[in-house]
């Protein structure tokens, strides 16, 4: 009897073995990618398999993945339980993972198949030299996907470009119930410090790089005055459902991202809705998401190759149309279709963008809400993670946030979100066949 249980014990770990090598060898053709909803041109996931076949000769299935915000990511990720080969967190997000050792480098090298990382802007690549790694340069662990400014989308029909061409148009009581403000507490707290300082800045005493270091007592003190003084405009605290209030004239200014506000003129335009958008005078933030490979991903090789994939110019290009924001590819194509689009669209004032494109850039006609003029990124700062200070933060934001949304406010949001889902599923089905054509 012991001679057969001992039979046994071998027998089930052998089998055991067996199928853990056998999931091992299947893992490899899986490249399990982690990202926002809608931040991509998810026709590309079934290209990237084909294109990967052709580069390597090897398998590749794509098990791609969806999350609402960064920190939902990154507790999947610190837990260690998910072995995601890709994400695309935030910039702040990045610093943090750096710190905490959370990230693999990208393998630069592919071989025989052209390396698509250069196509991403040199500004891009300045910016993310300002990541605190611990030590590690970000550039050597992550690579840019989409960037853009926070500032006011407006309705030009009741507002004025005068009129919020400063912060102080939170408090400007034109705009009470009829403003709606990001919840996004890192993304409203940093531009309003910089406005609060800006004497200081003046004076050469800080810089606004150095004020996206502070989270100090008294800052947020500061802030959260700010704040509860605009309260009485605020109409909610909107995640996603800001720019669909301004396409339907609920609210005339909205403190929101520039990808965001994109969307809302596009659609807005569509039914006689003029809206526009513009960074305060006194300076914002820049933001960044980038791809990056997880300490625990179990496919290092297709996941650095998928992120070389995405870096392509008709890949940026494509992504660009799809979803709306701005891809961090910097090259002569994307500036010449981004152009012709302009122009396309009526619009003449050439822009300054050398910052980003290069030198033969320093007159171009290119949507302003995209591209920001080189004029405006010298007044924006890239916001860094606030470590163990992210709680008095939040607990800040909470105290100024309350209740705002009415019961009435409730209903309607969950109104309009029910058209538009609708509204989304036939726009999308009309931009993949324009985009057949195009392509």
């Known amino acids: 009897m012991r001679k057969l249980f001992s039979i046994f014990i071998v027998a089930t770990a052998l089998l ?36 990967y076949k052709e580069q390597t000769g090897e398998d590749i299935e794509i098990v791609y993945q969806l999350f609402d915000i960064n920190e939902t990511m990154l507790a999947k990720i610190e837990r260690g339980k998910e072995d995601f080969d890709v994400a695309c967190p935030s910039e702040y997000i990045i610093e943090r993972m750096l710190k905490n050792d959370l990230l693999l480098p990208i393998n630069k090298d592919f071989g025989d198949t052209p390396n698509y990382l250069g196509n991403v802007s040199p500004y891009i690549h300045d910016v993310f030299d300002q990541i605190d790694g611990n030590g590690k340069n970000a550039n050597d662990y992550a690579v840019g996907y989409m960037w853009g400014t926070t500032g006011f989308l ?13 912060w102080s148009a939170l408090w400007d009581s034109k705009f009470k119930g009829k403003l709606f403000v990001k919840d996004a507490f890192r993304d409203v707290y940093s531009p309003l410090l910089i406005y609060a300082n800006q004497d200081r800045i003046k004076r050469g005493e800080v810089s606004m790089s150095e004020l996206m270091h502070d989270s100090s007592d008294e800052s947020i003190a500061v802030v959260e005055n700010l704040l509860k003084k ?9 995640a996603d459902f800001g720019k669909e209030m301004m396409t339907k004239e609920k609210a005339i200014l909205n403190l929101t991202w520039s990808g965001d506000a994109v969307w809302a003129i596009e659609e807005a335009a569509e039914v006689g809705v003029e809206l ?13 998401d980038g791809w990056v490979i997880p300490k625990y991903a179990k496919n290092v090789k ?39 689009s302009a122009v396309e669209a009526g619009l003449e004032e050439p ?44 607990e800040m934001w909470s105290r100024v946030k309350g209740d705002n949304l009415n019961n009435a406010m409730v209903i309607f949001i969950l109104f309009v979100f029910g058209c538009l889902s609708i509204a989304g599923i036939m726009r999308k089905i009309k931009r993949r066949r324009q985009r057949t054509r195009r392509w």
Request: hydrophobic share 40%; with cysteine.
């Open 230 to 238: 605009a309260k009485p405009n605020v109409a909610g605290w909107e």
């Open 276 to 288: 526009d958008y513009i960074v305060p005078k006194e300076g914002s933030i820049v933001w960044f």
């Open 154 to 166: 407006y309705n030009k029909r009741y507002v004025e470009r005068s009129e919020v061409d400063s």
């Open 302 to 340: 297709a996941a650095s190759y998928f992120i070389n994939f995405m870096c392509k110019s008709e890949n940026a290009i494509r992504n660009m149309e799809e979803i709306g924001y701005v891809s961090v590819i910097g090259t002569k194509e994307v500036m010449d279709y981004m152009s012709e």
């Open 16 to 51: 055991f073995v067996v199928t853990s090598c056998n999931r091992d060898e299947k893992r490899k053709s899986i490249l399990k990618v982690y990202n926002w909803a809608d931040y991509i041109d998810e026709d590309l996931l079934g290209e990237f398999e084909e294109w």
């Open 351 to 394: 822009l300054d963008l050398t910052y980003f494109f290069g030198d033969e850039a320093d007159s171009v006609v290119i949507d302003p809400v995209l591209y920001a003029d080189k004029a405006v990124i010298d007044r924006c700062a890239m916001m860094h993670d606030s470590g163990p200070r992210t709680s008095a933060l939040l």
